[in-house]
Every structure is written in structure tokens, then in C-alpha cells.
């Protein structure tokens, strides 16, 4: 009798126990096929017709093949001569920060390659000029500039160790450092045969927007020459600048709206740097301190906003933009598709270029660093319980895909509802997420 209740109790947790796991294979096969099945609907319903597919790999087998006809350039049809090749180039010195920085902008660098056809058209490299010891901490695939020497077809990053001279030269205001390495040989033996160049700081993050201004496939024309347009001082910052400017013997356009984010040509851009440095030395020698007229109220330093020493790159860089070019500079240099700030509600589609400013409000580098360190001070099992919100991450990442497909493909102005904010916020969590799965033994 009891033996037989004990059986029927065994049999009964046996048959739940089935039942249990026939149900959890099914939820994660059914799973697993809607977030394969969205992103491959979305490029079915756009590419239908005559459309070719957007890319080979978002391409369901029974795509329409290449050969249909179609204004649309796909990968075999670029010829060598119409690809566009540029490279972003940038200082990196050896604070942890700014390693974490770059690394969310090196993460952006590979998140754009998705938007086939478009990154087989532009092929955009990294070239990073790192202060040891940051460049024993780049990504397996960033290697020596010395292997730059053609450009190829598939983005490559590179990096070159700073010269020691360069941040003695500046170890009064390393910051010049950012400018000072495009002054060496190896950058310009590096960058001569690009036709852009982006000069960006280690914490810029990039927009697959990008590709669309230098496509010239976007609303902002792309010119020979633009600057982030986002000021840095007050009309009494101005005034100095134009003053210093012309007891130096510089022409001043009245442009001030320059950030530190430039897209020239290889030969401007060292054209730029040259000058940069060459003015940064001489205001950081004789325009700060109590003793110069005008500024005696000030502290040695400045003081932020009016006349602050923590910009002078950003004085000098205006000076010299303001000469180099004082034929032609006028207000449309100064765009809002490069330094686009990084808590903008813009449509992503809007920015070639994201800077994360010193701002309160998300994305914020500093607010988002003191969330990480929360983070990884979870437990494992906390950490994995703070992951849940994965899932509206990779919903906005498959949003900013079905974006692009849903317009591009339709030959419309790319544009949607997902801002530069979210993209942030969401690449610099999926970067964290990665980069602890990696480790978390
Ligand atoms: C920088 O400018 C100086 C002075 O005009 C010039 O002699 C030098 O050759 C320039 N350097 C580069 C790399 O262009
Ligand atoms: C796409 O748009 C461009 C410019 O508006 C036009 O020249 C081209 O014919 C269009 N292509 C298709 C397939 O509609």
C-alpha cells in the first residue's frame, strides 16, 4: 500500500519534471526564432519588388539576387575608385577613463560596419596615437600604424605609441597632446592617401550618420572643411580671441563656434595642428595669470566660462581655423552633425559624430562611470538580474537597423524616432555587459 503511494508520487514528479522541461525548450526555441524572424521580416518587406537585399548577411535565401536592377550600389557593383576612405584619428592618453572612452567609441566604430551597403562604400579606419601604457589595453585588432601602408577594403584600426617628446613638449597641459601627434612624420606618412580625416577626442562615439554625409546622402551637404559647432566661452572670450588674434598678426573671421572635432583633408588637418600648437604654446605662455591686462580679476587658471586655461586648445584651434581658412570661413562650418551632444533627443540619423560632453543629464560619461562601478560591485547573480533590461537594449538596436532598411532601402532621408541619446546609453551598457561576460569566471 505504501509502496504504491510512493510509486504514484515518483511517477507524478517524473511526468511534471517532462512536461517542465518540454515547456522551457519550447520558450527558448520560440524565442530565439522572433528575434531571428523580425530583423529578416523587416528586410523581406523592404527588399521586396525590385529591390536588392540590404546586406548578404541580413539576407533570407530566397532574396532576389543581385543581378535584378536597382539604383542601389551593392558591394560588387562599387568600383575602387568611388569608395571613400577616411580615417579617425585621435590621441589617447593613459587615465583609465579615457581608455574606457575610446573603448565605447572603438565599439561604435564596429557597430556602424552593420549598415551594409553603406560601409562597403565608406571605409572608415581608426588610427589611435596612444601614451603607453594605453595601447597594451586596445582591442586585439587595433595593430601597429607601420602595417598602414595601403588602404584597404575592410576598416582597419591602428595604433602608434606618443612619442615621449610629445607629452614632455605639453606636460603643462597634456590636453595639446590630442593636437601635437598630427604634427609627427608618422601621421603624415600614415594619413596622406585618405581623403578625410576625423579628428575626434577619445570620448566621441560615432553614427552610422556618418556614412550618409560623406555619402553626401545626407540633408547637411558635406563641405571641404567642417567644424563641431558648439562654442566655448562667453562674448568676453571672443573679444580676446579676436584681439589676440590680431596683435598676433592673424586674420579672425568672427567664427567662434569651433569644437574640437575636425573634418578636412589629411594636408588641412596638419595645416591646423601645426598652427594649433604653435598658438596653444604661446597663450598658455603669456595669456593666463594676474598680471595680464584685462584678465586681473581672474585666477592663474581662468576661469570657466569666461577665459579658461583648460581650453586652450580650444582658443588656439579657433585662432588658427579662423586663419588658415580666412577666404572662405563662414557659420556653415560650424555644424551640429559633428560634437552632436551625447544627451541630444535628435534622431540618431541626425549626427555624423556624438561627443560626450560634461553634461548632468544621460548619457553623461561621468554619471554612466559611477553607475558602472555600481555595477560591477553586484554579485554575479545581481549583475545578471541588472542584465534583464538586455532586452529593451537589443530592441533599440534592432529599432536603429529596422530605421535605416526601412528608409534606406526605400531611397528616403534615413530618419526614425530613436535619439543619440538612447544609442548611447545602450552602447555604452552593451559594451559594460560585454566586456564583464568576458571575465565574469
Ligand atoms: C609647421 O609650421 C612651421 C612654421 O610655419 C613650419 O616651418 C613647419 O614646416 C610646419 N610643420 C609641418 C609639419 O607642416
Ligand atoms: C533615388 O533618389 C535619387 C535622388 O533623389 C534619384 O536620382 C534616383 O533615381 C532614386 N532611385 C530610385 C530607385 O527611386
Given at each position: 500500500?505504501?509502496?504504491?503511494?510512493?510509486?504514484?508520487l515518483k511517477?507524478?514528479?517524473?511526468?511534471?519534471?517532462i512536461?517542465?522541461?518540454?515547456?522551457t525548450?519550447?520558450?527558448?526555441?520560440?524565442?530565439?526564432?522572433?528575434?531571428?524572424?523580425?530583423?529578416?521580416?523587416?528586410?523581406?518587406?523592404?527588399?521586396?519588388?525590385?529591390a536588392?537585399?540590404?546586406?548578404?548577411?541580413?539576407?533570407?535565401?530566397?532574396c532576389?539576387?543581385?543581378?535584378?536592377?536597382?539604383?542601389?550600389?551593392?558591394?560588387?557593383?562599387?568600383s575602387?575608385?568611388?569608395?571613400?576612405?577616411?580615417?579617425?584619428?585621435?590621441a589617447?592618453?593613459?587615465?583609465t577613463?579615457?581608455?574606457?572612452?575610446?573603448?565605447?567609441?572603438?565599439?561604435?566604430?564596429?557597430?556602424?560596419?552593420?549598415?551594409?551597403?553603406?560601409s562597403?562604400?565608406?571605409?572608415?579606419?581608426?588610427?589611435?596615437?596612444?601614451?603607453?601604457?594605453?595601447?597594451?589595453?586596445?582591442?586585439?585588432?587595433?595593430?601597429?600604424?607601420?602595417?598602414?601602408?595601403?588602404?584597404?577594403l575592410?576598416?582597419d584600426?591602428?595604433?602608434?605609441?606618443?612619442?615621449?617628446?610629445?607629452?614632455?613638449?605639453?606636460?603643462?597641459?597634456?590636453?595639446?597632446t590630442?593636437?601635437?601627434?598630427?604634427?609627427?612624420?608618422?601621421?603624415?606618412?600614415?594619413?596622406?592617401?585618405?581623403?578625410?580625416?576625423?579628428?575626434?577626442?577619445?570620448?566621441?562615439?560615432?553614427?552610422?550618420?556618418?556614412?550618409?554625409?560623406?555619402l553626401?546622402?545626407?540633408?547637411?551637404?558635406?563641405?571641404?572643411?567642417?567644424?563641431?559647432?558648439?562654442?566655448?566661452?562667453?562674448?568676453?572670450?571672443n573679444?580676446?580671441?579676436?584681439?589676440?588674434?590680431?596683435?598676433?598678426?592673424?586674420?579672425?573671421?568672427?567664427?567662434?563656434n569651433?569644437?574640437?572635432?575636425?573634418?578636412?583633408?589629411?594636408?588641412d588637418?596638419?595645416?591646423?595642428?601645426?598652427?594649433?600648437?604653435?598658438?596653444?604654446?604661446?597663450?598658455?605662455?603669456?595669456e593666463?595669470?594676474?598680471?595680464?591686462?584685462?584678465i586681473?580679476?581672474?585666477?592663474?587658471?581662468?576661469e570657466?566660462?569666461?577665459?579658461?586655461?583648460?581650453?586652450?586648445?580650444?582658443?588656439?584651434?579657433?585662432?588658427?581655423?579662423?586663419?588658415?581658412?580666412?577666404?572662405?570661413?563662414?557659420?556653415?562650418?560650424?555644424?551640429?552633425?559633428?560634437?552632436?551632444?551625447?544627451?541630444?533627443?535628435?534622431?540618431?540619423?541626425?549626427?555624423?559624430?556624438?561627443?560626450?560632453?560634461?553634461?548632468?543629464?544621460?548619457?553623461?560619461?561621468?554619471?554612466?562611470?559611477?553607475?558602472?562601478?555600481?555595477?560591477?560591485?553586484?554579485?554575479?547573480?545581481?549583475?545578471?538580474?541588472?542584465?534583464k533590461?538586455?532586452?529593451?537594449a537589443q530592441?533599440?538596436?534592432?529599432?536603429?537597423?529596422?530605421?535605416?532598411?526601412?528608409?534606406?532601402?526605400?531611397n528616403?532621408?534615413?530618419?526614425?524616432?530613436?535619439s543619440?541619446?538612447?544609442?548611447?546609453?545602450?552602447?555604452?551598457?552593451i559594451?559594460?555587459?560585454?566586456?564583464?561576460?568576458?571575465?565574469?569566471?
Amino acid at each position: 500500500m505504501r509502496c504504491s503511494y510512493w510509486f504514484i508520487l515518483k511517477l507524478s514528479f517524473f511526468v511534471i519534471f517532462i512536461v517542465l522541461i518540454w515547456r522551457t525548450s519550447q520558450f527558448y526555441c520560440t524565442n530565439q526564432q522572433s528575434i531571428d524572424t523580425s530583423i529578416a521580416s523587416t528586410t523581406i518587406l523592404t527588399s521586396s519588388s525590385s529591390a536588392p537585399c540590404p546586406s548578404p548577411s541580413a539576407c533570407p535565401t530566397d532574396c532576389p539576387s543581385s543581378s535584378s536592377s536597382s539604383s542601389i550600389l551593392l558591394p560588387s557593383s562599387i568600383s575602387r575608385s568611388e569608395i571613400v576612405h577616411i580615417a579617425v584619428v585621435l590621441a589617447l592618453a593613459k587615465e583609465t577613463s579615457h581608455i574606457a572612452e575610446f573603448h565605447l567609441l572603438y565599439e561604435s566604430w564596429r557597430f556602424i560596419q552593420i549598415f551594409s551597403p553603406l560601409s562597403e562604400q565608406v571605409i572608415i579606419d581608426l588610427i589611435v596615437f596612444c601614451e603607453l601604457p594605453s595601447c597594451y589595453q586596445l582591442p586585439v585588432n587595433c595593430i601597429p600604424l607601420s602595417y598602414n601602408y595601403k588602404l584597404n577594403l575592410i576598416p582597419d584600426c591602428f595604433y602608434q605609441k606618443l612619442e615621449d617628446q610629445i607629452v614632455s613638449d605639453w606636460k603643462d597641459y597634456l590636453y595639446m597632446t590630442s593636437i601635437a601627434f598630427m604634427v609627427t612624420p608618422q601621421y603624415q606618412q600614415a594619413t596622406i592617401n585618405y581623403k578625410w580625416i576625423l579628428r575626434v577626442d577619445q570620448d566621441a562615439i560615432l553614427s552610422p550618420g556618418l556614412f550618409l554625409g560623406l555619402l553626401r546622402k545626407h540633408p547637411i551637404k558635406l563641405q571641404k572643411k567642417q567644424f563641431g559647432g558648439l562654442g566655448h566661452g562667453t562674448e568676453f572670450t571672443n573679444i580676446r580671441l579676436r584681439m589676440i588674434a590680431k596683435k598676433l598678426g592673424y586674420t579672425h573671421m568672427g567664427i567662434h563656434n569651433l569644437c574640437s572635432t575636425w573634418l578636412v583633408s589629411p594636408k588641412d588637418s596638419i595645416k591646423i595642428a601645426n598652427l594649433t600648437t604653435h598658438i596653444g604654446r604661446y597663450l598658455l605662455r603669456n595669456e593666463f595669470g594676474r598680471h595680464v591686462p584685462g584678465i586681473e580679476d581672474l585666477p592663474n587658471i581662468g576661469e570657466w566660462p569666461k577665459w579658461w586655461r583648460g581650453v586652450t586648445s580650444l582658443y588656439a584651434g579657433e585662432i588658427a581655423i579662423n586663419h588658415i581658412y580666412s577666404s572662405s570661413l563662414s557659420h556653415q562650418h560650424e555644424v551640429s552633425v559633428l560634437d552632436h551632444p551625447s544627451d541630444s533627443q535628435d534622431s540618431l540619423w541626425s549626427a555624423w559624430h556624438i561627443h560626450c560632453l560634461h553634461n548632468p543629464t544621460y548619457f553623461a560619461k561621468f554619471r554612466h562611470r559611477d553607475d558602472l562601478y555600481y555595477f560591477l560591485r553586484r554579485s554575479q547573480t545581481k549583475r545578471i538580474r541588472i542584465i534583464k533590461d538586455y532586452y529593451s537594449a537589443q530592441s533599440i538596436i534592432k529599432g536603429i537597423i529596422d530605421e535605416f532598411y526601412g528608409t534606406y532601402m526605400r531611397n528616403e532621408t534615413v530618419t526614425g524616432k530613436i535619439s543619440v541619446r538612447d544609442y548611447v546609453t545602450v552602447l555604452a551598457w552593451i559594451k559594460a555587459y560585454a566586456a564583464t561576460g568576458a571575465i565574469n569566471l
